[in-house]
């Protein structure tokens, strides 16, 4: 059976109260359905062979019910997912606990996909859904249910970074009867008026992120894998920006939704990387494509950076929480949404495609016949060895030079400088790794401690922001002194990170000489 659906993420519970409030004012018949909960519990056997044979296989328990269910991985476009879902009722029975499934197309089709091999729990997710069926005004009646879904995905965490529990709140449009072309019409009015955010991804797709899981598949080897530090420095760069460009691609779904911070960073770290090689190479690739280049991708990095910073900033916050949520969460909970909204129409924006395809087309294309002529025969280490001592040399000045009572704003210039030195690094160590591991481990460790160092101070920003919005009355006294708790913990941050440069200084100098 063919399931055709619409989803959209909320960044707030109460925009169901719009759409049905747009709703009732199109002529849509809403028909509250009620309230329950039902928990996925989802399956995948060692080697993946459900998940490359195209499925996901979950078994969803609502009360003392249970069903078996395998749902196609082929999502469709952006506004509506067309997926082919088989279902079976898994019996009360002492076989099915023992995990041998009853005769049935959901078990008929696992035995030919998997055999009888053991299948293992990846992730549970837990809904409480509410539900309105809809009758559409329109000539040719259709009849839609609307879920409501505020969900919950808990997975044992595969990866350092992994959140192993998300929280979001989805509204899903799934056509029960009559013309499919409703459910895309809905979902049109719902992001033209409301501007909601479409889904990219499935409940499966966002379990698997939040465990942290690497699927295994058919991929291209990683970069610099084939290559010695003899070979071509240019052939390596091609093969790095098309590395980094793919990673672009494959984490934007992930900003987009913004349930995961780590996909905006994602997107921001292959920026960087990119900025860093196009930077080093300018004499190479020509100082007019590379002022283009950078100048868009710098423009795309500042749009994903708000996004960032109202992430962190509110995280911050929220980890310090004594109990409510205050008004200045609440307010940084409005401009968290309010980034991600703007981020959205960047990603849907013409000046963003054009970027993309411009990239697609440059590193598809490879160096052309004059850098071949010019710069083919120049090796990685030969290149490797000039460009590092060049950058290092202008670091290692700047960095000298910071004092105790130094200005932030150098402290953040050098924490710039580091990300690009951190960089160029990463790029030549995709084939000398041993050589540069050491050097990349002090970089990071010196970012890190600049990188406090600016959160604290972008949040104090924020903050003194926050508190000349106030309202000078008695009301506002206690959130204007928790602001200032606030402050004061981060200037305390502030101190404690400039303690912590100097170790971090000369650790990352006698690192790199």
Same mark, same amino acid.
């Given at each position: 059976?063919?399931?055709?659906?619409?989803? $959209?993420?909320?960044?707030?519970? #109460?925009?169901?109260?719009?759409?049905?409030?747009?709703?009732?004012?199109?002529?849509?018949?809403?028909?509250?359905?009620?309230?329950?909960?039902?928990?996925?519990?989802?399956?995948?056997?060692? +080697?993946?062979?459900?998940?490359?044979?195209?499925?996901?296989?979950?078994?969803?328990?609502?009360? /003392?019910?249970?069903?078996?269910?395998?749902?196609?991985?082929?999502?469709? +476009?952006?506004?509506? *997912?067309?997926?082919?879902?088989?279902?079976?009722?898994?019996?009360?029975?002492?076989?099915?606990?023992?995990?041998?499934?009853?005769?049935?197309?959901?078990?008929?089709?696992?035995?030919?996909?998997?055999?009888?091999?053991?299948? /293992?729990?990846?992730?549970?997710?837990?809904?409480?859904?509410?539900?309105?069926?809809?009758?559409?005004?329109? !000539?040719?009646?259709?009849?839609?249910?609307?879920? $409501?879904?505020?969900?919950?995905?808990?997975?044992?965490?595969?990866?350092?970074?992994?959140?192993?529990?998300?929280? *979001?709140?989805?509204?899903?449009?799934?056509?029960?009867?009559?013309?499919?072309?409703?459910?895309?019409?809905?979902?049109?009015?719902?992001?033209?008026?409301?501007?909601?955010?479409?889904?990219?991804?499935?409940?499966?797709?966002?379990?698997?992120?939040?465990?942290?899981?690497?699927?295994?598949?058919?991929?291209?080897?990683?970069?610099?894998?084939?290559?010695?530090? !003899?070979?071509?420095?240019?052939?390596?760069?091609?093969?790095?920006? +098309?590395?980094?460009?793919?990673?672009?691609?494959?984490?934007?779904?992930?900003?987009?939704?913004?349930?995961?911070?780590?996909?905006?960073?994602?997107?921001?770290?292959?920026?960087?990387?990119?900025?860093?090689? %196009?930077?080093?190479?300018?004499?190479?690739?020509?100082?007019?494509?590379?002022?283009?280049?950078?100048?868009?991708?710098?423009?795309?990095?500042?749009?994903?950076?708000?996004?960032? #910073?109202?992430?962190?900033?509110?995280?911050?916050?929220?980890?310090?929480?004594?109990?409510?949520?205050?008004?200045?969460?609440?307010?940084?909970?409005?401009?968290?949404?309010?980034?991600?909204?703007?981020?959205?129409?960047?990603?849907?924006?013409?000046?963003?495609?054009?970027?993309?395809?411009?990239?697609?087309?440059?590193?598809?294309?490879?160096?052309?016949?004059?850098?071949?002529?010019?710069?083919?025969?120049?090796?990685?280490?030969?290149?490797?060895?000039?460009?590092?001592?060049?950058?290092?040399?202008?670091?290692?000045?700047?960095? #000298?030079?910071?004092?105790?009572?130094?200005?932030?704003?150098?402290?953040?210039?050098?924490?710039?400088?580091?990300?690009?030195?951190?960089?160029?690094? !990463?790029? *030549?160590?995709?084939?000398?790794?041993?050589?540069?591991?050491?050097?990349?481990?002090?970089?990071?460790?010196?970012?890190?401690?600049?990188?406090?160092?600016?959160?604290?101070?972008?949040?104090?920003?924020?903050?003194?922001?926050?508190?000349?919005?106030?309202?000078?009355?008695?009301?506002?006294? !206690?959130?204007?002194?928790?602001?200032?708790?606030?402050?004061?913990?981060? $200037?305390?941050?502030?101190?404690?990170?400039?303690? +912590? %440069?100097?170790?971090?200084?000369?650790?990352?100098?006698?690192?790199?000489?």
């Amino acid at each position: 059976m063919a399931e055709i659906e619409a989803k $959209f993420l909320l960044r707030r519970p #109460d925009q169901l109260d719009d759409v049905l409030a747009l709703l009732d004012s199109r002529g849509y018949d809403v028909e509250p359905a009620g309230t329950s909960t039902h928990v996925d519990r989802y399956f995948d056997t060692e +080697d993946w062979a459900i998940f490359r044979a195209g499925w996901a296989y979950r078994c969803r328990s609502r009360g /003392k019910k249970e069903k078996l269910t395998l749902k196609s991985l082929d999502a469709g +476009d952006q506004k509506v *997912f067309v997926r082919e879902e088989i279902e079976q009722p898994l019996p009360k029975s002492k076989s099915a606990r023992k995990g041998k499934l009853p005769k049935g197309p959901v078990q008929a089709l696992l035995k030919d996909i998997a055999g009888s091999a053991r299948r /293992k729990q990846l992730f549970r997710v837990e809904s409480r859904r509410s539900v309105y069926y809809l009758a559409t005004p329109e !000539d040719t009646p259709a009849r839609v249910e609307l879920d $409501f879904d505020r969900t919950t995905i808990e997975a044992e965490k595969r990866s350092k970074k992994a959140p192993g529990r998300m929280e *979001f709140t989805e509204l899903e449009l799934e056509l029960e009867s009559g013309d499919a072309h409703a459910v895309e019409t809905l979902a049109n009015l719902l992001r033209e008026q409301l501007e909601l955010t479409p889904a990219q991804y499935s409940k499966f797709e966002r379990g698997i992120q939040s465990a942290g899981i690497k699927i295994p598949q058919s991929a291209a080897p990683p970069v610099g894998d084939e290559l010695s530090k !003899d070979d071509s420095v240019i052939t390596l760069l091609f093969t790095y920006l +098309d590395h980094q460009l793919r990673k672009l691609k494959r984490q934007q779904p992930r900003a987009w939704e913004g349930i995961d911070p780590e996909g905006v960073h994602q997107m921001r770290v292959a920026i960087r990387r990119m900025r860093a090689v %196009f930077r080093a190479f300018r004499g190479v690739l020509g100082e007019d494509v590379v002022a283009w280049v950078n100048g868009e991708l710098r423009w795309l990095a500042k749009q994903l950076g708000r996004a960032r #910073d109202a992430d962190v900033i509110e995280a911050d916050v929220r980890d310090a929480r004594l109990g409510e949520p205050s008004d200045y969460e609440k307010y940084l909970q409005e401009q968290t949404e309010e980034a991600y909204t703007r981020l959205v129409a960047v990603m849907e924006s013409e000046r963003y495609v054009k970027l993309v395809s411009w990239l697609e087309r440059f590193v598809d294309a490879g160096p052309d016949r004059r850098i071949q002529e010019e710069y083919g025969d120049l090796s990685i280490a030969e290149c490797s060895k000039l460009l590092v001592i060049r950058a290092f040399t202008k670091m290692r000045a700047h960095g #000298d030079a910071i004092q105790p009572n130094t200005p932030a704003r150098q402290l953040h210039k050098l924490r710039i400088e580091a990300k690009r030195f951190r960089y160029l690094v !990463d790029f *030549f160590s995709t084939v000398q790794h041993h050589k540069w591991q050491e050097a990349i481990e002090a970089t990071e460790e010196l970012q890190e401690v600049l990188g406090q160092h600016q959160d604290a101070i972008t949040a104090i920003e924020r903050l003194a922001i926050y508190a000349g919005s106030l309202s000078p009355t008695n009301e506002s006294t !206690d959130e204007l002194l928790n602001t200032a708790r606030l402050m004061q913990k981060e $200037f305390g941050r502030v101190r404690d990170r400039r303690r +912590d %440069f100097e170790s971090a200084w000369e650790e990352f100098r006698e690192s790199v000489s």
